[in-house]
């Protein structure tokens, strides 16, 4: 394969990670786990491009990609809202987790394939670039639920339901990490 293939393929799986993480029923914790993901893909790439990467420089990176991303804290807060609230909040959460994932990694890709590093990128380029790659993973996600169809669906719901679970004390955090694993290996 590739390297851009790689790429490609890391992008991908981070991004249907992303879109579960954005179903976790608990605002913040979304958007922490979303985070999380993005940062180990950005390892990932980093390890492909043969770029250094330290979480610290990753963290700031990420951070000056998505900025505050009022739009993803909105969608996490919409999930405080009993019953609609989780569905609206969630679905939002998981299209706008995905698209920024992808957006991050899409920027990753270009800026390290042109010898960039985590410690040398221009702030307004990357942003500008990760706005217009944004847009794109919209439509990105978008395919993706359309390609993986009513599977997918049946993957995100049965997270949520996990999580729930989990929630409510039924399963434990390792048993909802192996279900996870499990759902999402479906995917």
């Given at each position: 394969?590739?390297?851009?293939?790689?790429?490609?393929?890391?992008?991908?799986?981070?991004?249907?990670?992303?879109?579960?993480?954005?179903?976790?029923?608990?605002?913040?914790?979304?958007?922490?786990?979303?985070?999380?993901?993005?940062?180990?893909?950005?390892?990932?790439?980093?390890?492909?491009?043969?770029?250094?990467?330290?979480?610290?420089?990753?963290?700031?990176?990420?951070?000056?990609?998505?900025?505050?991303?009022?739009?993803?804290?909105?969608?996490?807060?919409?999930?405080?809202?009993?019953?609609?609230?989780?569905?609206?909040?969630?679905?939002?959460?998981?299209?706008?987790?995905?698209?920024?994932?992808?957006?991050?990694?899409?920027?990753?890709?270009?800026?390290?394939?042109?010898?960039?590093?985590?410690?040398?990128?221009?702030?307004?380029?990357?942003?500008?670039?990760?706005?217009?790659?944004?847009?794109?993973?919209?439509?990105?996600?978008?395919?993706?639920?359309?390609?993986?169809?009513?599977?997918?669906?049946?993957?995100y719901e049965a997270l949520e339901q996990l999580g729930k679970l989990r929630d409510q004390?039924?399963?434990?955090?390792?048993?909802?990490?192996?279900?996870?694993?499990?759902?999402?290996?479906?995917?």
């Open positions: 394969m590739s390297q851009r293939t790689d790429a490609e393929s890391i992008i991908r799986t981070h991004v249907l990670w992303a879109m579960g993480g954005g179903l976790i029923p608990i605002p913040l914790v979304d958007f922490a786990a979303v985070t999380a993901i993005q940062l180990e893909m950005l390892q990932q790439l980093a390890r492909l491009y043969g770029v250094d990467y330290s979480r610290s420089n990753g963290k700031a990176f990420v951070s000056a990609l998505t900025g505050t991303t009022l739009a993803r804290l909105g969608a996490s807060f919409i999930k405080a809202i009993p019953g609609v609230g989780t569905i609206v909040g969630g679905a939002s959460m998981a299209l706008t987790s995905g698209a920024s994932t992808y957006a991050v990694g899409q920027v990753a890709i270009s800026h390290f394939s042109n010898s960039g590093t985590l410690v040398n990128f221009v702030e307004e380029q990357v942003k500008t670039a990760y706005n217009e790659a944004f847009e794109r993973g919209k439509d990105y996600v978008s395919d993706l639920e359309k390609e993986k169809g009513s599977d997918a669906a049946n993957v004390g039924i399963l434990t955090e390792e048993e909802f990490q192996t279900k996870k694993q499990e759902l999402l290996a479906r995917l």
